[in-house]
């Protein structure tokens, strides 16, 4: 199963009472394993998770902590592009040259790397004198 279409089918699991906008991620790991997220939306907004953050939390807790591959996708017009928050969680566990699919229903699909969506992006370096 490719990276796409494992985001596919957890995507059908988000939680999107609010925005009906479903979105789901998939991603590998260092140790080759996949990990999913969907979107979950809260009444108190914008207290809900990003189908990406999601997709990181799980390899968190499975014990992983490189993405050598991300995928997102959703139903819009253009291929969907992590939110910007989304975009720092994917830096802090990916090197910049991994690659990056968007992807819509539709079967568009773009593909980018984590340092084109994010340049210059924050990262340990500027903590190096604490």
């Given at each position: 199963m490719s990276l796409i279409d494992a985001a596919r089918d957890v995507r059908e699991n988000?939680?999107?009472?609010?925005?009906k906008f479903k979105?789901?991620?998939a991603l590998t790991a260092g140790s080759g394993t996949v990990y999913v997220g969907c979107n979950?939306?809260?009444v108190a907004y914008p207290e809900g998770?990003?189908?990406?953050a999601g997709a990181?939390?799980?390899m968190v807790a499975g014990g992983d902590t490189t993405?050598?591959?991300?995928?997102?996708?959703?139903?819009?017009p253009k291929p969907v592009s992590p939110c910007g928050g989304c975009r720092q969680k994917i830096a802090e566990f990916?090197?910049?040259d991994v690659k990056v699919t968007l992807a819509t229903l539709d079967g568009l699909v773009q593909e980018t790397t984590v340092?084109?969506?994010?340049?210059?992006?924050?990262?340990?370096?500027?903590?190096?004198r604490v």
């Open positions: 988000a939680h999107v009472p609010y925005s979105v789901g991620a979950v939306e809260n998770t990003c189908a990406e990181i939390a799980a993405i050598t591959e991300i995928a997102v996708i959703a139903d819009s990916a090197a910049g340092a084109a969506l994010l340049p210059g992006s924050f990262d340990a370096d500027y903590m190096s």
